[in-house]
């Protein structure tokens, strides 16, 4: 069933033992991803060189969707251009939203796939991503409700 | 379990079964479950007298009130009026000239702060509520000191969720111009002792204005008794339509007030140069109310004297104390408010867990809670959280209920860790 799509084992792993869960102190852009609705609170780091993310992490306190997306999206980041990680931004929401995207592309992302089918849950799911870019377009802080 | 042996629970002659027979809604199913509706502080579900109220209303009576002379315009007038001192005798009012319409508790409390307490406040004065508000009692008079310069100061609450009445005491002065507190707290259950405060701030003369949303489903309320100044109430969280309300007031103060709103219904006379106001409540009803939503409320207010409030809290009580018992059994659960005074609200955080994730894997049990800080960030931050899951209770739920939210959240726990 569906619920159990959308807390499988690999996603509940991400969410016990997320990868790249840390205050970046050498960060170059960072922003909080505040979910109002909920109180899921991320902030993002990055670590951007020459229009490339050296690497990426979060720190926060949010539910298992919000957490695991993020230690998903940390890990698919990594080396990756900014443009790659906008377009991956773009992708991710489509899945979300049952519109076409390119599965190769953006790699672990799809094991939340399952939350398109549960549409109160799909800010948790983007709010990694929605932080991200405000990182990267400089501004401290953004709101999803 | 099948439907049948859900609701046999009868306790002290309370036949919950015949309780919940008045409330279409229970019978549905939710992913094929049958739902369990632990959501009743944020929203009631209405018995079929509400419905048939509203119904009944539209298709037999409907026109506006106060504008005409035909058949039709005096029945709705009629129906809105007794609705009117259906709810002045449900909250133990002197006078229907106290009882204003609303579209809910906030349209009450925004009607006392701006009408009530902005032209009696400034600079040096203060406003006094307490730290477990609901936004809808914070907001509004945030609003009040950002246009008039007066200070907003918070009543400390302790780690069980009561209001440390020392500190208030202490607190109180002549500078204070308005205190504003819930009698129910929405996301801890607290019973606050709204009478003693009333009377602990009448030595300083200091007006009083009630949240009663959480209150009026589950205890006795008498705006009298409690003495106090202003008392606001939720349609929707007595089982009665959303959308509408009402606020007490009482009449001297009323009658000095400016009007909130203006428009048709509350003028006596309008010409270019200068308006005079109706009387009241009509001076407080700006345009076409919710009327439909009006009588609704009015009925609910009947169907709940009709089955009695002592009755309901009697029930409550043994639910809350059930409930309480069997969530602490889960391991890594803790209760979020635990005053001595409670009602029908159980907030919780288990270790290991966010609240939204039990939240939607307990909706595919068919179990409806509510996850995340219920309008009441300032008291969950000092509970050092930012949401919890709520069960709240409401005069259908049953202890079989109770037993499936556990079994419903022991599950989602095994799936989450």
């Given at each position: 069933m569906v619920l159990d799509q959308l807390y499988q084992q690999a996603v509940l792993a991400h969410n016990r033992e997320?990868?790249?869960?840390?205050?970046?102190?050498?960060?170059?852009h960072s922003a909080l991803g505040n979910n109002a609705l909920c109180g899921d609170e991320l902030q993002v780091y990055l670590d951007v060189l020459d229009e490339e993310i050296k690497s990426a992490s979060f720190n926060g306190d949010a539910c298992a969707i919000a957490t695991a997306s993020a230690s998903i999206m940390t890990e698919w980041l990594g080396g990756r251009s900014t443009e790659d990680a906008r377009a991956g931004a773009e992708a991710f929401e489509n899945m979300l939203f049952d519109r076409p995207f390119d599965r190769d592309f953006i790699g672990e992302g799809?094991?939340?796939?399952?939350?398109?089918?549960f549409p109160s849950r799909i800010k948790s799911a983007t709010l990694c991503w929605h932080a991200m870019i405000a990182a990267l377009d400089g501004v401290d802080e953004i709101t999803t409700e | 379990m099948p439907q049948s042996d859900l609701h046999n629970s009868a306790v002290g002659g309370w036949d919950v079964g015949a309780i919940r027979?008045?409330?279409?809604?229970?019978s549905r199913k939710v992913h094929g479950k049958p739902l369990v509706y632990l959501d009743t502080a944020a929203s009631a579900q209405r018995p079929s007298v509400v419905i048939d109220a509203v119904t009944n209303f539209y298709t037999g009576h409907n026109a506006n009130v106060?504008?005409?002379?035909h058949t039709l315009s005096q029945e709705a007038t009629e129906l809105w009026e007794n609705a009117r001192e259906s709810m002045r005798e449900f909250i133990g009012?002197?006078?229907?000239?106290?009882i204003i319409f609303t579209r809910g508790m906030t349209e009450g409390v925004n009607l006392v702060a701006q009408s009530f307490v902005r032209p009696r406040v400034g600079q040096g004065d203060k406003i006094m509520i307490t730290a477990m508000e609901h936004h809808s009692n914070i907001v509004p008079w945030q609003l009040v000191c950002e246009q008039t310069g007066a200070e907003l100061v918070i009543i400390p609450v302790n780690?069980?969720?009561?209001?440390?009445l020392e500190a208030f005491a202490e607190m109180?002065?002549?500078?204070?111009k308005m205190l504003a507190v819930m009698?129910?707290?929405?996301?801890?259950g607290s019973i606050n002792p709204v009478a003693k405060m009333c009377r602990m701030a009448k030595e300083y003369n200091i007006p009083v204005l009630i949240d009663g949303a959480q209150a009026t489903p589950h205890l006795q309320v008498d705006v009298q008794a409690i003495d106090c100044d202003f008392y606001c109430v939720s349609g929707h969280k007595m089982y009665g339509p959303t959308g509408s309300g009402v606020l007490y007031g009482r009449e001297n103060l009323l009658e000095a007030m400016p009007p909130y709103h203006g428009g048709g219904?509350?003028?006596?006379t309008v010409t270019f140069e200068k308006s005079t106001w109706n009387d009241l409540p009509s001076?407080?009803?700006?345009?076409?109310?919710?009327i439909a939503g009006g009588i609704g409320l009015g009925a609910a207010a009947q169907f709940i004297q009709g089955i009695g409030r002592e009755n309901i809290r009697t029930y409550e009580a043994d639910l809350l104390n059930y409930g309480t018992r069997r969530l602490e059994e889960i391991d890594g659960l803790r209760i979020i408010g635990t005053a001595a005074e409670k009602a029908s609200v159980m907030s919780f955080i288990i270790e290991g867990t966010h609240p939204h994730d039990i939240g939607t894997i307990i909706d595919h049990a068919g179990v409806a809670i509510r996850t995340g800080h219920h309008c009441a960030m300032p008291i969950l931050k000092q509970f050092g959280v930012v949401g919890t899951a709520r069960a709240s209770l409401g005069m259908y739920n049953t202890r079989e209920e109770i037993d499936v939210l556990v079994a419903a959240v022991e599950k989602a726990c095994v799936m989450l860790r």
């Amino acid at each position: 069933m569906v619920l159990d799509q959308l807390y499988q084992q690999a996603v509940l792993a991400h969410n016990r033992e997320p990868k790249n869960a840390f205050v970046m102190k050498s960060a170059t852009h960072s922003a909080l991803g505040n979910n109002a609705l909920c109180g899921d609170e991320l902030q993002v780091y990055l670590d951007v060189l020459d229009e490339e993310i050296k690497s990426a992490s979060f720190n926060g306190d949010a539910c298992a969707i919000a957490t695991a997306s993020a230690s998903i999206m940390t890990e698919w980041l990594g080396g990756r251009s900014t443009e790659d990680a906008r377009a991956g931004a773009e992708a991710f929401e489509n899945m979300l939203f049952d519109r076409p995207f390119d599965r190769d592309f953006i790699g672990e992302g799809v094991l939340l796939e399952a939350v398109a089918a549960f549409p109160s849950r799909i800010k948790s799911a983007t709010l990694c991503w929605h932080a991200m870019i405000a990182a990267l377009d400089g501004v401290d802080e953004i709101t999803t409700e | 379990m099948p439907q049948s042996d859900l609701h046999n629970s009868a306790v002290g002659g309370w036949d919950v079964g015949a309780i919940r027979s008045n409330f279409p809604i229970l019978s549905r199913k939710v992913h094929g479950k049958p739902l369990v509706y632990l959501d009743t502080a944020a929203s009631a579900q209405r018995p079929s007298v509400v419905i048939d109220a509203v119904t009944n209303f539209y298709t037999g009576h409907n026109a506006n009130v106060h504008r005409g002379v035909h058949t039709l315009s005096q029945e709705a007038t009629e129906l809105w009026e007794n609705a009117r001192e259906s709810m002045r005798e449900f909250i133990g009012a002197a006078s229907c000239r106290e009882i204003i319409f609303t579209r809910g508790m906030t349209e009450g409390v925004n009607l006392v702060a701006q009408s009530f307490v902005r032209p009696r406040v400034g600079q040096g004065d203060k406003i006094m509520i307490t730290a477990m508000e609901h936004h809808s009692n914070i907001v509004p008079w945030q609003l009040v000191c950002e246009q008039t310069g007066a200070e907003l100061v918070i009543i400390p609450v302790n780690n069980r969720g009561e209001v440390e009445l020392e500190a208030f005491a202490e607190m109180l002065d002549e500078q204070v111009k308005m205190l504003a507190v819930m009698h129910v707290s929405n996301a801890l259950g607290s019973i606050n002792p709204v009478a003693k405060m009333c009377r602990m701030a009448k030595e300083y003369n200091i007006p009083v204005l009630i949240d009663g949303a959480q209150a009026t489903p589950h205890l006795q309320v008498d705006v009298q008794a409690i003495d106090c100044d202003f008392y606001c109430v939720s349609g929707h969280k007595m089982y009665g339509p959303t959308g509408s309300g009402v606020l007490y007031g009482r009449e001297n103060l009323l009658e000095a007030m400016p009007p909130y709103h203006g428009g048709g219904e509350m003028i006596r006379t309008v010409t270019f140069e200068k308006s005079t106001w109706n009387d009241l409540p009509s001076k407080f009803e700006a345009g076409t109310p919710n009327i439909a939503g009006g009588i609704g409320l009015g009925a609910a207010a009947q169907f709940i004297q009709g089955i009695g409030r002592e009755n309901i809290r009697t029930y409550e009580a043994d639910l809350l104390n059930y409930g309480t018992r069997r969530l602490e059994e889960i391991d890594g659960l803790r209760i979020i408010g635990t005053a001595a005074e409670k009602a029908s609200v159980m907030s919780f955080i288990i270790e290991g867990t966010h609240p939204h994730d039990i939240g939607t894997i307990i909706d595919h049990a068919g179990v409806a809670i509510r996850t995340g800080h219920h309008c009441a960030m300032p008291i969950l931050k000092q509970f050092g959280v930012v949401g919890t899951a709520r069960a709240s209770l409401g005069m259908y739920n049953t202890r079989e209920e109770i037993d499936v939210l556990v079994a419903a959240v022991e599950k989602a726990c095994v799936m989450l860790r």
